[in-house]
């Protein structure tokens, strides 16, 4: 199972936290996120894959700052279309499409079944205003209703107490996890000793 740590700001927790074990570290390029991490990664780690998100911005500008930041792979949060997300993963990076997920609505599975194809991954959040970083769950059963292909990470408020809970959550495309707000001292800082011990325990 892939774990992916996002909302990282910091050098020295980013460093601490890439010798954690973790396979994936988040970095926002969202100005209108308190997780924003400007335009230069004040420390570029190597032993991760580099995520790079994204909130429907341009498409060159991605580019410019995948290539400046060496990412791996690109995350939109926001309402690209299928055709946005192609043209990027021709580029080269593994791409992920983020879809909020609301526990009082229909799982949206006609809207999601148009990125089949052009992704490489998923990932479900809870749905908010402020595309994710709510720190609050969805109704994780409202998964059941995903048939698609493509493999997905959870997301959405997972918290230390939660370990138990994801490690008990079955599906047949799911393929990793996505920690943030629920591990944070503050916005972007990671309690180290937290993640270590949520880390050791779900694997």
Known sequence: MIIKVCGMREASNILEVE????????????????????????????NVKRVGVFVNEDHERV????EKNRLDILQL?????????QKLREKGFLMVKAFGIATDKPFPSELIGQYEGCCDYFLFDTKTDLYGGSGKK???????????????L?????????????????????????L????EIEP??????????????FR
């Open 19 to 46: 010798h954690l074990g973790t396979d994936w570290m988040g970095f926002i390029f969202y100005p209108k996120s308190p997780r924003y991490v400007g335009e230069t990664l004040p420390y570029i780690p190597e």
């Open 63 to 66: 580019l410019a700052l995948a």
């Open 77 to 85: 949060h926001g309402d690209e279309s299928p055709e946005i997300c």
């Open 138 to 152: 969805f109704g994780w059963a409202l998964l059941e209703e995903y048939r698609g292909e493509t493999p997905f």
């Open 154 to 178: 959870l997301s959405g408020g997972i918290s230390p107490k939660d370990v138990e809970a994801v490690k008990g959550f079955s599906h047949p495309r799911c393929v990793g996890i996505d």
């Open 180 to 183: 943030n707000s629920g591990f």
């Open 188 to 201: 972007t800082v990671k309690d180290v000793q937290l993640l270590q011990e949520f880390i050791g325990a």
